[in-house]
């Protein structure tokens, strides 16, 4: 069974903070990561992906991926209300071929308080 | 900027009878699928499209479903008699290639069986 796991949070900060969403996954040989965004009632809306051990930086978005642990993580520097969302990791697990099934964690709850 | 459209944003219907979502996925992308996120819970996998033929589906994806890309643009999903586990969002999504590109999501379309 492929799995992948976030922990549903909700997690709070305050605005300026740094909030650290993690994301487990159960295949080694999983591929291609991504974080998504999903507003409450809306689609995903993606933030960032991650294809290589280490970090990988976009704005204020660092996404970190350790294979060896199967961990990937998503860091969200000076955090805005804005960024209250839930946070959908995701994963290309083995045996996607070229199919591109994206297997989602259950996501995490981010609350930023003004 | 190129986005997922996705029609009607929100379809009611009777259990029993059939929907067609429909979808116009990003005009040079390659890869299409199909996802679902029943309230609270996680985005579910239920098939992808490449090359005008199924690549692969979920058991979600039973024989009550079907996909058709009828004219070169638009991307459609039937359910061919709703129960009312089927109310759930629905997303389409697309890719430029398979698993190792990103997949951009439609805004979804709320489908509620009564």
């Known amino acids: 069974q492929k799995e992948v796991e976030q922990n549903s949070g909700p997690l709070s900060v305050p605005e300026g903070a740094i909030a650290s969403l993690n994301c487990t996954y159960s295949?080694?040989?999983?591929?291609?990561f991504f974080w998504y965004r999903q507003y409450s009632g809306k689609s995903p809306e993606l933030i960032m992906s991650?294809?290589?051990?280490g970090d990988k930086e976009d704005g204020r978005f660092t996404a970190q991926l350790n294979k060896a642990s199967q961990y990937v993580s998503l860091l969200i520097r000076d955090s805005q209300p804005s960024d209250s969302a839930t946070y959908l990791c995701?994963?290309?697990?083995?045996?996607?071929?070229?199919?591109?099934?994206?297997?989602f964690g259950q996501g995490t709850t981010l609350q930023v308080k003004p | 900027e190129p986005e997922v459209t996705q029609t009607p944003s929100h379809q009611v219907t009777q259990m029993g009878q059939e929907v067609i979502l429909r979808c116009v996925p990003i005009s040079n992308h390659l890869y299409f699928y199909w996802y679902r996120q029943i309230l609270g819970q996680k985005v579910e996998f239920l098939v992808s499209f490449y090359n005008n033929e199924i690549s692969e589906k979920s058991e979600i994806f039973d024989d009550q479903f079907s996909v058709e890309r009828p004219d070169g643009s638009n991307f459609t999903l039937k359910i061919r008699s709703t129960k009312l586990e089927d109310s759930a969002m629905y997303f389409c999504?697309?890719?430029?290639?398979?698993?190792?590109?990103?997949?951009?999501f439609g805004q979804g379309t709320r489908l509620t069986v009564v």
């Open positions: 999504a697309s890719s430029a290639q398979g698993v190792v590109t990103e997949a951009f």
């Open positions: 995701a994963v290309y697990p083995p045996g996607s071929g070229n199919t591109g099934k994206l297997i």
């Open positions: 295949d080694r040989g999983s591929q291609s």
């Open positions: 991650i294809y290589s051990n």
